[in-house]
């Protein structure tokens, strides 16, 4: 069984990908436990040093990567250039966290207690298909680093950086069956993942729909669960801001990856007083946005990443007040202009996460009204505030329920800070200083020290 891989960019097939059975991924699973006892047993420092020899691999191979990721993803270029180089980011993060995962030691009466960080054996890793690499990477470099084995599942759409990523893994030295990339359907390799016992995590990322089927099998067997899902997050401007960087920052944080990105600030929310200037602005912002071949180094926007998907998107405009739009190309390919559009807070564009290169511009009142909107929705993963008032910035980025917020700017994904979502958005942290940690149970021993008569 297999499934065919199609070039969004030009709708083309180009290869086939085997689709494992339940059955293959139980012998994975065995692999990874007999794999995971040895890495365990090994001094923090040999495991530090496999995985920056992994980092260097990566780094070694990053053009190639990112040209799998055009052609598999339709991701321009230079963002896949960066992914790649992020990856290597991450491992070489993750690397420092071996020698650092320290336990306490407790003051008791009679003896020593000591804590110890213990691995959970090994990790399922379900990855969806708008970041390929970087996401994996998020979950299997911190779970290595804390001494489990890992199975990954990459989307079906999107699995080729992944698969890669194994045999590079492999080539960087790490043991056979400590990292196993496994592509199949969710159905069934995802859920096996939650049903099998010996896999003692899950990490997923993808819709809030298909997550909380996931935490509700990892519910049934007591285990840890990781959930990174779906988002609406509110680009806030405030009248005060520097309203022209505003605007000229407004088209990125939302058609970056052709707004296939969890943290896209989808909606616009302006201060009455300042939304007819901002929109001026923001009108050739959009209109100079270049959406084109993402093998060219100066595309910013490639393609969706399927014709279903395209669907789906289109019909949050069909009906929609456009206000105005970006160009795309015409011809073969899942392609769809950056599109602005008026909304009532009640709109379904203003509420559902639409996943595409389309953005919602709302009017607010005042600070408590700006609030009040950004918090309406039952997501809470990402968001920005612009404002030139430190004070305000202050109050509504702690009002904001948000996992991920940066005030003037959009920057959402640093690897050395946490990231995920409150409400619909997401369960636990990934990335930042603790992500290792996350990959562990604590263990407590107490240690007598009265001697026995
Ligand atoms: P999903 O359809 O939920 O798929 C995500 C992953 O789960 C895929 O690998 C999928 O496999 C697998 N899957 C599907 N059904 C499953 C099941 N019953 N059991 C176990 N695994 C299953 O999401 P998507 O459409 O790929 O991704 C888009 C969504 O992901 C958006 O909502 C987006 O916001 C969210 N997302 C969130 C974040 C963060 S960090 N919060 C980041 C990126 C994306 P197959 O599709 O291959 O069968």
Redesign the pocket.
């Known amino acids: 069984m297999s499934f065919t891989l199609i070039d969004p960019s030009t709708g083309t097939p180009f290869q086939e990908v085997p689709r494992a059975s339940a059955a293959d991924v139980d012998a994975a699973v065995a692999r990874a436990v007999d794999a995971q006892r040895h890495w365990a047993s090994r001094a923090p420092v040999a495991r530090a040093d496999a995985l920056r020899a992994f980092a260097r691999v990566v780094e070694a191979h990053v053009d190639e990567l990112a040209a799998l990721e055009v052609r598999n993803s339709g991701h321009p270029v230079a963002s896949a250039r960066w992914e790649a180089t992020h990856v290597a980011q991450v491992l070489n993060f993750y690397a420092g966290a071996p020698e650092r995962l320290s336990g306490q030691q407790i003051p008791v009466a009679g003896g020593i207690d000591v804590t110890f960080h213990e691995p959970y054996g090994v990790v399922g890793i379900?990855?969806?298909?708008?970041?390929p690499m970087t996401?994996a990477s998020?979950g299997f470099a911190p779970a290595l680093a804390a001494g489990n084995a890992v199975v990954l599942?990459?989307?079906?759409?999107t699995?080729l950086t992944a698969l890669r990523l194994g045999e590079l893994a492999s080539e960087a030295g790490l043991p056979d069956g400590l990292f196993q990339v496994i592509?199949?359907?969710?159905?069934?390799?995802?859920?096996r993942?939650?049903s099998h016992p010996d896999v003692r995590k899950v990490v997923?990322?993808?819709?809030?729909?298909?997550?909380i089927?996931?935490a509700a099998?990892c519910a049934r067997m007591l285990k840890p669960v990781t959930?990174?899902?779906?988002?609406k997050s509110a680009n806030i401007v405030f009248a005060d801001a520097d309203l022209e960087k505003a605007a000229a920052a407004a088209p990125g944080a939302v058609f970056d990856n052709a707004g296939?990105?969890?943290?896209?600030r989808s909606r616009i929310l302006v201060e009455r007083s300042a939304y007819d200037r901002f929109l001026e602005l923001l009108e050739p912002a959009v209109r100079a946005w270049r959406v084109g071949d993402p093998a060219h180094e100066s595309t910013e926007m490639g393609p969706l990443i399927s014709a279903a998907?395209r669907e789906s998107v289109a019909s949050f405009v069909a009906g929609a007040r456009v206000a105005f739009r970006g160009s795309a190309p015409d011809g073969d390919g899942f392609w769809f202009a950056p599109t602005v559009v008026f909304a009532d807070p009640q709109d379904r564009i203003a509420r559902e996460?639409v996943?595409g290169p389309v953005v919602a511009v709302l009017p607010f009142d005042d600070e408590a009204d700006a609030i009040r909107l950004a918090n309406d929705t039952v997501?809470g993963?990402a968001g920005s505030i612009w404002t030139e008032n430190l004070g305000r910035a202050v109050r509504v980025s702690r009002g904001v329920r948000s996992g991920v917020l940066s005030v003037n700017s959009h920057a959402s994904v640093r690897y050395s800070t946490p990231?995920?979502?409150m409400k619909a958005?997401?369960l636990g942290r990934?990335l930042g200083p603790d992500a290792a940690e996350h990959f562990t149970e604590t263990k407590n021993v107490f240690y007598a020290t009265e001697e026995s008569s």
Do not use: M
């Open positions: 379900i990855v969806p298909w708008n970041f996401i998020w599942k990459p989307a079906e759409l699995p592509t199949g359907s969710g159905s069934v390799v995802g859920q993942f939650v997923f990322t993808g819709s809030t729909e298909v997550g089927d996931v099998g959930l990174e899902l779906g988002g296939q990105d969890c943290c896209a998907h996460e996943f997501y993963l990231f995920g979502g958005s997401g990934e």
